[in-house]
């Protein structure tokens, strides 16, 4: 197949493309660099089945020739992103997803939408199925990103309802592993380069706060099952194994060696307490659960950083 890739410079993005390359499709990947880096596809530029675009999706989207797919996975998400660039979140959640879902149109290709866990909010149902309709506050800081995923979700429902527009959504939940950033404030990331450096890792509130941690080639082999299934409804992807935050950190800093300690910080406004996805319909429907462990994967993204810090 020909697949488009928005956001294919990001951590995820990148990751899918090497799968899909890797599986015999050709893939047109679409990245502005607002977050994704260059590096993160530099090792498919010039080969055969991968064309790259610099390009802003909030745009109309413009690809000459046949395109069997479109999968947007363009968006700010972490909350050091979004929190920076609340306008730009909110713009390729509604405009990028109304141009590439016109685009999916057009070409009568399968769309897929990168959505999220934080559809669910500080969530008042635990663990989080798919039919849970959430706990969000529109008009807190994070509302930015959690509304511009749940806009994102409507109006991909509204295009397979309306224009019969075959879609699938993806509800990804944490994930973790090689080509995150350094700096993107994410837990793991943040945990492993503080730690490789000797650092306090950076606890938030007490860290009793709970988080579901799925390595990246575990999401991504979801994500390549559910585009090829037929199921228009959510589905959550995320490893169900629930840890608190202070448990992270301890493993983290067991694996490194490191004798640093923990610095607590007031809790972020309207930051989840729990998050632990139901993976019963992954399971069901695509016959998927993850399959990398919390200690394997830190050991391998650990590797990552401990590599690029070596480089500086």
């Known amino acids: ?11 995820l993005g990148s990751n899918l493309a090497d799968r899909l390359i890797a599986e015999g499709h050709e893939v047109v990947g679409l990245d502005n660099f607002i ?16 064309t790259f675009h610099r390009y802003d999706v909030t745009d109309f989207i413009y ?5 069997d797919g479109v999968l947007h996975f363009a968006s700010p998400a972490s909350p050091v992103d979004y929190l920076q660039l609340p306008i730009q979140t909110l713009k390729v959640g509604s405009l990028g997803t109304h141009k590439a879902l016109g685009l999916a ?23 989080q199925p798919e039919s849970y309709w959430g706990h969000v506050n529109p008009v807190g800081p994070r509302g930015v990103y959690d509304e511009a995923k749940r806009f994102a979700e409507a109006m991909t429902m509204a295009y397979h309802r309306y224009h019969g527009v075959d879609t699938r959504i993806v509800r990804i939940f944490n994930t973790y592993g090689p080509r995150m950033r350094q700096h993107d404030g994410r837990v793991v990331s943040n945990f ?13 509130g007490d860290g009793l706060q ?12 979801g994500i390549y099952r559910l585009f090829n ?35 607590e910080r007031p809790l972020p406004e309207d930051d989840p307490k729990v998050r ?3 993976i019963s319909r992954a399971r069901d429907l695509l016959g998927w659960e993850p399959k990398v462990g919390l200690r394997e994967g830190l050991e391998r993204t650990l590797a990552y950083f401990s590599g690029l810090l070596s480089r500086g």
């Not at 009568?108 to 669910?120: C, G, I, M, N, Q």
């Not at 988080?211 to 999401?219: A, E, W």
């Open 1 to 11: 197949m020909r697949i488009l890739v928005t956001g294919v410079a990001g951590f």
């Open 35 to 50: 977050t994704g880096s260059p590096d993160n596809i530099s090792h498919l530029l010039g080969h055969e089945r991968f």
């Open 63 to 67: 690809v000459a020739g046949d395109l």
């Open 105 to 127: 149109k057009d070409k009568k290709a399968r769309f897929l939408l990168a959505s999220t866990s934080e559809v669910y909010g500080d969530p008042a149902v635990h663990p």
């Open 192 to 204: 492993c380069v503080q730690a490789l450096r000797g650092e306090p890792l950076t606890i938030y």
């Open 210 to 221: 709970t988080r579901s941690f799925c390595y990246v080639d575990d999401l991504i082999d």
């Open 229 to 263: 299934s037929d199921s228009s409804d959510p589905v959550n992807i995320g490893n169900p194994a629930e840890y608190t935050v202070r448990q992270l950190a301890e493993l983290v800093m067991e694996l490194t060696g490191s004798g640093a300690t923990l610095e």
């Open 276 to 278: 632990q996805p139901d």
